[in-house]
């Protein structure tokens, strides 16, 4: 597994309100040279956020070959984004509200 990572490190930009936002960081530091990756919260009404999704640079990319290790690297920073940027949007969810796992179970977007 990745070693915890220091988003306000690696953070190029971030939105966030309660209509959700995004989080963009650089990759470069992380062992993906140039390369970076977002995490992003849709609003789906009714004062709900649908589920932290994530994306990267290296996805869209047919021509970027990644190894099994690699992969697994950039799943567990992917997971480490949703995270963070769960905690970001929704801060004082440990004594009230949902829980990172149930936010995971919504939608990504309502339409």
Known sequence: ???QIEFSKVTLRKEISSRGGGIEI???TLGFKGQKMAAFQNYLGGGLLGRVG??????ININ???TEEER???SDIG???KQHFFNLTNPDTEHEGQSYEQNQI???SAY
């Open 54 to 59: 994530v994306n990267d640079t290296l996805g």
């Open 79 to 81: 997971e480490q984004l």
């Open 64 to 66: 970027i070959k990644l």
């Open 1 to 3: 597994m990745t070693e």
């Open 72 to 74: 697994k690297n950039l």
């Open 26 to 28: 650089d990759l470069s």
């Open 106 to 108: 919504m939608p990504i």
